[in-house]
């Protein structure tokens, strides 16, 4: 059962979840773009938790030369289930990306 929640409530929690949205959508076009690097995402993702609770594969994915398939097969490579977030990275799979992607 889901806890009681007045309205104020609900409407903070919209507010946040469209935040959420709009930074992960801006973080992916940029990434699109070229004007933000794969090393930049990860150095946000240590002060910024909206972009640490970033799913992996939307980030690689919106890489230049980056399709679905192409990034489920470097994902697998590397050893990175497929929900895994930024926060959610080992050293090694960080590691390995950064070596990818500088």
Known sequence: MLPETTEEQRA????????ARR?????????????????EVLERAEEDDLVA?????AIIVS?????????KRLMEEIGIAENR??????SNQRAALL???G
Do not use: D, N
């Open 23 to 39: 930074t992960r959508a801006e973080i992916k076009e940029l990434l699109k773009t070229g004007s933000l690097h794969f090393s």
């Open 53 to 57: 609770g970033t799913k992996i594969h």
């Open 63 to 71: 890489l230049p030369g980056m399709g679905k398939v192409a990034t």
């Open 12 to 19: 903070a929690a919209l507010a946040r979840a469209a935040e």
């Open 85 to 90: 977030t930024i926060r959610g990275l080992g």
């Open 99 to 101: 070596e990818r992607f």
